[in-house]
């Protein structure tokens, strides 16, 4: 059964700070990984996603890279802004799932300005 | 992109009444979509998955007779919570995929979730 794990489970840094956000899940047979980003009450906006044959992938400030043979996926927010506070969500398809989603306990965000 | 939308936002109900929340998605046909529910400062816990025109498959510890799943089209969801109880305050998010090529996983596409409050 796979299981996703995020860490660390919060974390807060002065503005300008870039971020780094850990994913790592056990079972590296997967379709994809997922970056969502939750505001607090909000449903999920989806950031970034991985297919199994990639690497990586870019959109703006952020950066994900996927290691499937090591099970870890790495969220990078460059030069952070008081608005990119918000819970952060990674969430894993598994071939052995189907098409369900896996997701990390997430990691929760404040960015002091 | 890929649109799905939930009615109602918020809902508020006496203890003992039953809920019916709607999942659309509004630019694509889903053949599958995902029921989710969310306690306050925990991550997403996948429901059930329902594919259009067939019975639902519930998550283990899901009761199925409390959550009831419809997927009578290929743009329309909808769980019922019955006979609802403070416990089953929480908020339900649904999700929504369509078949992809070969040896890709399906994306699903979220909706903006509906937060339930039994009293």
């Known amino acids: 059964k796979q299981e996703v794990t995020q860490i660390p489970a919060a974390l807060s840094v002065p503005e300008g700070e870039n971020l780094v956000l850990n994913c790592s899940f056990t079972?590296?047979?997967?379709?994809?990984l997922q970056w969502f980003r939750q505001d607090p009450g909000k449903g999920l906006t989806s950031l970034l996603l991985?297919?199994?044959?990639?690497r990586e992938q870019t959109s703006g400030r952020l950066n994900a890279s996927l290691d499937k043979s090591s099970g870890r996926s790495t969220l990078y927010i460059a030069a952070s802004q008081p608005g990119d506070s918000a819970t952060y969500l990674c969430?894993?398809?598994?071939?052995?799932?189907?098409?369900?989603?896996?997701f990390g306990g997430g990691t929760r965000v404040l960015v002091k300005p | 992109g890929a649109v799905v939308s939930q009615h109602p936002s918020r809902v508020i109900c006496k203890s003992g009444t039953s809920v019916k929340i709607e999942c659309r998605s509004l630019?694509?046909?889903?053949?599958?979509m995902f029921w989710y529910r969310q306690f306050p400062k925990q991550s997403l816990m996948l429901m059930a998955t329902?594919?259009?025109?067939?019975?639902?498959?519930?998550e283990q510890g899901v009761e199925k007779d409390k959550f009831l799943i419809n997927h009578a089209s290929l743009t329309l969801s909808t769980l019922t919570v019955t006979s609802a109880h403070p416990e089953d305050s929480s908020f339900y998010i649904c999700?929504?995929?369509?078949?992809?090529?070969?040896?890709?996983?399906?994306?699903?596409?979220f909706g903006p979730g509906t937060r339930l409050l039994v009293l």
């Open positions: 969430a894993v398809g598994s071939k052995a799932a189907g098409n369900k989603l896996t």
């Open positions: 991985i297919q199994s044959s990639q």
């Open positions: 999700s929504a995929s369509f078949p992809s090529r070969a040896g890709v996983g399906e994306t699903q596409y």
């Open positions: 630019d694509f046909q889903a053949t599958t």
């Open positions: 079972d590296s047979a997967i379709y994809n």
């Open positions: 329902s594919n259009e025109g067939s019975k639902a498959t519930y």
